[in-house]
């Protein structure tokens, strides 16, 4: 005699399981703490990277023209450089400096100009903002034959650039904004994905091993597939959790977090929600899906086309998002529930979708939630009764 538990208490049970299993696991501990570690690491290493946008140049006190020097560094403001200036008493002096790597370069200034001075190769930067102040100088010299001066046309026209009319600006991402869309986009296709194939791997197991005959004898189909993505759900929530933790803190600690044109910890927050709507939309399609087959073996061939959609979604959210972020193909793909828990919060954090865009993508992707179990709870529960040879889809659609 079989004693058939309340919803709410099989639910949990499975789910609990689901837990112990998967968080006791040496391959969980050891793939977050890795994960963990490689995004505290990529976030110090674009701290530092980003810190390299400074340039050092000596030169010889009091020996350049202050028309130069003022040309010399609007021209590296220009670039986006950041000068950092070094004085020395003597010609002898600067270029030992530069021989010794203690400046990128060196500039004087002689009968003919200025002039840059190199350890072996001249550095791009200062070649070329020293090769503008030069120019600038000498346009300014000729500006003195002119009848209006520096106000003449001509003047103008030889140091002011050409005048633009954008028609349709594009909206531009900054390197920032790239670097957190892309650790977003990796965060949630490695949460979504992994999630969506422990679960697909556990049905396939309790099935191949006749496990899931004895579940089914206290439980309902639904039941077990509710509890068994729930379960599998919480687990991956703790680690994208750990995840998010980790960039979050770090940012804040290196300082990234004040030159972010957005709130890093909604960011986070954001990551959390759609981590769990698109884990629970790819979760329940992988189960039903995976209850199709009996064999480890077998499961690639049935969930290829979930498999493809996801790959897809990241694919665009990381590749064409970053590089035109209003293209109607990334607009589409940011409400689609298939495609929206990874593309949409990568256009949020382009700051191209706005908080209302962002509500009803997830808005969609909850309604479609119960909408897909009814759907795959039907697959599953005709699937996973059957063993044997791969079952045809429409023929688990069709059983009762």
Known sequence: MTTQLSTFKA?????????????????????????????????TAFKLFADRN?????????????????????????????PVIETYPSLEALNKAVEEGEVDGGLIEDEQGLKVVAHENPDSAIYDAATKAQQGKSILDLSEALPGGVNDPLFKNLTEPVRVDVLNPPTEVEGSQAAVGFIVGFLLYLGIFGGG???????VEEKSSRVVEILLASVRPWQLLTGKVMGIGIASLAQVGVYVGAGVITARVLGLATELPFDILAVGGWVLLWFFIGYIVYALIFAGLGALVSRQEDLGSVIMLPMILIIFAYMLGVTVAPNDPDSTLVAVASYIPFTSPIVMPIRSAYGVAGTGEVWIAALIGLITIPLLLALTAKIYGNGVRRSGAKIKLRDALKQS
């Open 11 to 43: 639910i949990w049970l499975i789910a609990k399981r689901e837990i112990g299993m998967i968080m006791r696991a040496k391959s969980t501990i050891i793939s977050t703490v890795i994960i963990a570690v490689l995004i505290i690491g990529g976030l």
């Open 54 to 82: 400074e340039v050092s140049v000596g030169y010889v006190d009091q020996q350049i023209e202050a028309t130069y020097f003022s040309g010399f560094l609007t021209a590296l403001d220009d670039a986006g450089l950041e």
């Open 197 to 203: 194939m422990s679960v697909a791997q556990g049905v």
